[in-house]
């Protein structure tokens, strides 16, 4: 049963341009969803996370918005580099367990 | 620190071999889990632990065993090798579920 449903599987930016990657959730504690980004080779590394109190969050070029009553969050790169091409993944923990999304293949073309 | 440490890295068995993937973290964090990375399915949660002497099953837990005799360590065990159990294996660990995970580089299993 998935958890946590990620869109796009893939995507291709511009250099300059917005990456926008979606997660939708169906059942959460509610009380943490983490961003993870993945290089080829290596293992997930945390990225963004957000808490329930606050509806935005942002670091640097990164932000995770959170649309409590649609049970959505999103990550947006502002000004996408080719160095962020990357897998990224979505996650909510629930109970003793991380779901995870089925990640996002983005790829910034210079 | 060296943060989460696997080994081996990269693995090839037979059908039925049975095999040991170690995992050990030097931060003294008390989650640790066991994810299967594949292609299209994102990671899988296989087995997770609290604590020292705790453990319970994830999302796809059948054919593979756990322990946890220290904080530092918890090895993965294959029981019988199946050819659906080639996968990217990754370690993390965690002070809680709650705060960031640490993962390890992964190990690289190829059962044929």
């Known amino acids: 049963q998935q958890q946590v449903k990620q869109s796009p599987q893939s995507l291709i930016v511009q250099k300059g341009g917005i990456s926008i990657i979606n997660c939708a959730y169906e059942?959460?504690?509610?009380?943490?969803f983490p961003w993870y980004q993945q290089f080829p080779g290596k293992g997930p590394a945390l990225l963004i996370a957000?808490?329930?109190?606050?509806s935005e969050k942002k670091e640097g070029r990164f932000t995770i918005s959170f649309n409590k009553s649609a049970k959505q969050f999103s990550l947006h790169i502002m000004d996408s580099q080719p160095g962020d091409s990357a897998t990224y993944f979505c996650a909510d923990p629930t109970g003793n367990q991380f779901y995870f999304g089925t990640g996002t293949s983005l790829t910034v073309i210079p | 620190n060296a943060g989460v440490t696997q080994t081996p890295k990269f693995q090839v068995l037979k059908t039925g071999q049975s095999m040991t993937l170690q995992c050990a973290q030097d931060?003294?964090?008390?989650?640790m889990s066991w994810y299967r990375q594949d292609p299209g399915m994102g990671l899988r949660l296989i087995h997770y632990?609290?604590?020292?002497?705790?453990?319970d099953q994830g999302e796809v837990p059948n054919g593979y065993n756990v322990s946890r005799s220290t904080t530092e360590d918890f090895p993965l065990r294959l029981l019988s090798a199946a050819p659906s159990q080639t996968s990217v294996y990754f370690c993390a660990s965690s002070w809680t579920l709650n705060q960031p995970q640490h993962f390890g580089d992964g190990t690289r299993l190829s059962i044929l």
């Open positions: 632990s609290v604590g020292a002497g705790i453990t």
């Open positions: 931060m003294n964090h008390e989650y």
């Open positions: 957000i808490r329930p109190d606050v």
């Open positions: 059942n959460t504690a509610f009380d943490y």
